[in-house]
């Protein structure tokens, strides 16, 4: 929990990440809607632009110490930092450090180590920080979920999404076989390594067909555009959806 938080509120950052503020705004409404519903009152800093991940994943270190610089500035002083994004936590988290010694700037490396631990994957933000799996969310679907490359492996979120899934009211949740397997898309993998990317995703579909699922959910909407993908090409008849839009979802809103 925060230090201080039973003398007042938490104050509570919405990092929205650039791919959700251009291309899936809906997951970014979902996760304001849910935090208010828990009692948060997020902000969003004007000043955030990108993490710099675009930039570090393609060899371009030293390109990425403006957008590190642009990120602790837009965030300081927030309680939390919460995204709905574990490639972009990830980023922060273990990409940061690295370019701001990079830079060579000892102020921009304390700013990053002291923001560092504040900045939170929805998931682990609800279940670690807010302490609640039961959001009070209802989802009467068939639903299988695939946990993202970065928030498995790099976060380490473990079951956490999976917690706040079972505790939703009406959903069928089913698991999803080889669940650990990349779904092949890696930000710029898909464009340099094509064929292998087609590949990975169309393993990836096929094991979500053994499901039955009518929705397929994971914590980064990148992964699910490249699952998406695969799908609406095979016809498949299978949503994707982001985590928060399904903890977002409620008996009311589905009358």
């Not at 828990?38 to 371009?60: I, K, V």
């Not at 989802?139 to 492996?153: D, G, I, M």
């Not at 390594?193 to 994971?218: C, P």
């Not at 990148?222 to 409620?250: F, K, N, P, Y």
Request: hydrophobic residues 40%; aromatic residues 6%.
């Amino acid at each position: 929990m925060y230090p201080g938080s039973a003398a007042r509120s938490p104050s509570v950052a919405l990092f929205a990440t650039c791919f959700n503020d251009v291309m899936w705004p809906d997951t970014l409404k979902a996760t304001v809607r849910l935090l208010r519903r828990l009692g948060c009152e997020p902000d969003f800093p004007a000043a955030q632009t990108c993490c710099g991940q675009m930039f570090t994943n393609t060899g371009y270190a030293q390109e990425a110490i403006p957008t590190v610089r642009r990120f602790v500035e837009a965030f300081a002083g927030y309680d939390a930092v919460v995204a709905p994004s574990g490639s972009c936590v990830a980023s922060v988290r273990h990409q940061h450090r690295g370019i701001a010694d990079r830079a060579g700037d000892t102020t921009l490396r304390a700013a990053v180590d002291e923001i560092t631990p504040r900045v939170f994957e929805l998931s682990e933000f609800l279940v670690d920080v807010l302490g609640v799996t039961d959001v009070g969310a209802y989802f009467p679907h068939r639903v299988t979920y695939h946990p993202t490359c970065h928030s498995l492996r790099m976060l380490r979120v473990g079951e956490r999404p999976l917690r706040l899934l079972r505790a939703v009211g009406g959903i069928d949740l089913v698991e999803l076989g080889a669940a650990d397997q990349c779904c092949g898309f890696g930000g710029t993998f898909a464009l340099k390594n094509a064929d292998t990317s087609a590949a990975m995703g169309a393993d990836k579909v096929r094991h979500i067909r053994d499901t039955h699922a009518e929705v397929v959910v994971a914590s980064d909407n990148s992964c699910l555009a490249q699952i998406g993908g695969v799908l609406s090409r095979r016809d498949a008849g299978v949503r994707t959806m982001h985590l928060a839009e399904v903890l977002a979802a409620t008996a009311e809103g589905a009358r």
